[in-house]
């Protein structure tokens, strides 16, 4: 009888395979299966996404706070967006990221920490100097955005007045998303693991497929 690595079944291990099963499934759902069903899938997938990271350092009262304190600031920067078109521009959310509070989908504050947190992450392998840490976290993150955005309206994620999204937007989450970074390393919060650079790497690969096979997607 085959014994079986325990450590391909630990709960770290069983982690990072549930979001590759999740993100994979989704690719292959939009683009070759029931399309609206999969879409509709999204909270859920960002729901398991957002547990298992905060599974990850959970016993970290740090992470935990600066976890909070992302969440608080990205609903707050979507808010002034959505309601008054500061920061971002003048766009709008669709019903696919589930329930709203004042016009945004509370997955949207859960996204943040999903970002946040993950390059953060990221950046450690890179440097040691701090300040170059945060500057390229904050990169990666509008490095992802910069590929969600075409595929977004297409997804009823969101919809800038115009079409598209207006150079302000990148700005904008440059602005907001450095000095949530400068928390992580200034703060010298310890995020071990490679949980982080998997979702990362999942939503890179997640959005470029969908982005590559744009034209070929149904309008929701």
């Known amino acids: 009888m085959l014994m079986v690595n325990k450590k ?4 770290y291990s069983l982690s990072i395979g549930l979001i ?3 993100h994979i499934s989704g690719i292959l759902g939009i683009i070759y ?15 398991v996404s957002m547990t ?18 992302c969440f608080m600031v990205g609903m707050g920067a979507e808010w002034l967006g959505v309601t008054y078109g500061l920061i971002f521009g003048d766009y709008s959310y669709g ?3 589930g329930p709203k509070f004042q016009g945004v989908p509370w997955l949207i ?4 920490v999903i970002l946040v947190i993950c390059t953060g ?3 450690q392998e890179f440097t040691d100097n701090l300040w170059a840490r945060a500057l390229l976290a904050t990169l990666l993150m509008v490095f992802l955005d910069v590929l969600i955005e075409p595929i977004a309206p297409v997804l009823d994620f969101w919809t800038f007045n115009g079409g598209h999204a207006p150079y302000q937007n990148y700005l904008g989450w440059a602005l907001v998303a450095f000095p949530l970074q400068c928390t992580i390393h200034f703060s010298r919060l310890e995020l071990k693991g490679w949980f982080y650079h998997n979702l990362y790497l999942l939503q890179l690969l997640f959005f470029m497929i969908l ?10």
């Open 8 to 11: 391909f079944l630990s709960p």
């Open 20 to 22: 590759w099963l999740f």
């Open 33 to 47: 299966g029931d399309a609206r069903w999969f879409v509709e899938a999204t909270p859920i997938n960002l729901g």
């Open 52 to 69: 298992l990271l905060i599974w990850q350092e959970y016993r970290q009262i740090k992470f935990l706070g600066i976890c909070l304190l």
């Open 95 to 97: 019903d696919m990221l």
């Open 109 to 112: 504050g859960a996204n943040w």
């Open 121 to 123: 992450r990221i950046a």
């Open 211 to 220: 982005l590559l096979r744009l034209n070929s997607l149904p309008n929701f």
